[in-house]
């Protein structure tokens, strides 16, 4: 965490405190009419929660090939398609993160190697069914709601 007296567009002069980050990206692997979805613990919130496949950029590594490498270690799939759909900041208020979403298709089954610290299950389910569960609260990770809602748009 930093902090940092920032000059405002006002003219006004504040204390800024900020978390400076590299930059992620996030997967929505696609197969057929199912998403594959990750069930990970938590352990900032003390839970497993449902999310899509993401990570932290490596130092001087392309966000490309962050998803690529992301999708492979976290699911075990390899995509013979991959495109990057959309961009945001998932904190403004409180980091300058920016996030990649890209789409994974056309996927092949491989073995997962996620991090020793990383407890990770696979959670297939209908895109359908993943959007519901958006829509009752049953999927809480920002970045999942925001890029599976997008995706929705993208496919009407």
């Given amino acids: 965490m930093e902090v940092e007296e920032v000059i405002l567009p006002n003219g006004k002069s504040v204390k800024v405190e900020s978390v400076r980050h ?3 990206v996030v997967v929505i692997p696609l197969l057929g009419d199912e998403v594959i979805l990750i069930r990970q613990y938590r352990p900032v ?3 497993w929660i449902l999310e899509l496949p993401a990570g932290t950029l490596n130092p001087g590594e392309d966000v490309k090939s962050a998803a690529i490498r992301e999708l492979s270690e976290e699911t075990g799939y390899e995509a013979e398609e991959i495109r990057e759909i959309l961009t945001f900041y998932p904190s403004p208020g409180i980091s300058d993160e920016l996030m990649h979403v890209f789409l ?3 996927l092949r089954a491989g073995k997962a190697r996620p991090e020793e610290y ?3 299950t696979l959670y297939p389910v209908k ?3 993943a ?3 958006v ?3 049953q999927i809480l990770d920002a970045k999942t709601v925001a890029s599976l809602l997008y995706l929705s748009l993208l496919k009407e």
Wanted: no cysteine; hydrophobic share 40%; charged share 25%.
């Fill in 22 to 24: 590299p930059g992620s």
């Fill in 45 to 47: 919130i003390g839970q």
């Fill in 104 to 106: 994974a298709t056309r």
């Fill in 118 to 120: 990383e407890l990770i």
């Fill in 127 to 129: 895109l359908r069914q």
């Fill in 131 to 133: 959007l519901d569960m």
């Fill in 135 to 137: 829509m009752k609260g």
